[in-house]
């Protein structure tokens, strides 16, 4: 079984500044590509960042020059860096790590529980 705790979420005013954080734990062989995405009320969950074993890093374009994703190997744990926010980035962020457990037989996709982000003045 593997878990993933998320935190850094809350309340800020446009212009502010959050650091999301997302760990993951258990039955852990390896981790691939991890990944922040968000779901704001009424709309479908999407993409805001990925980054992948090589440190490479995918945007979406709302966020690029605003947000920066990165990954700690040793800790298991991918941070999302968000600045210059806007009302717009209002959501539910959701980590997603894709995940070789100790016991199976291939990558499996875990999700974070979500942590609100609210942007507004």
């Known amino acids: 079984q593997v878990q993933l705790v998320e935190s850094g979420g809350g309340l800020v005013q446009p212009g502010g500044s959050l650091r999301l954080s997302c760990a993951a734990s258990g039955s852990i062989r390896s981790i691939n590509n991890m990944g922040w995405y968000r779901q704001a009320p009424g709309k479908q969950r999407e993409l805001v960042a990925r980054?992948?074993?090589?440190?490479?890093?995918l945007y979406a374009d709302s966020v690029k020059g605003r947000f920066t994703i990165s990954r700690d190997n040793d800790k298991n744990t991918v941070y999302l860096q968000m600045n210059s926010l806007k009302p717009e980035d209002t959501g539910v962020y959701y980590c997603n790590v894709n995940v070789v457990k100790l016991y199976g037989l291939g990558p499996s996709i875990v999700w974070g529980q979500g942590t609100q982000v609210t942007v507004s003045p």
């Open positions: 980054i992948f074993t090589s440190a490479a890093t």
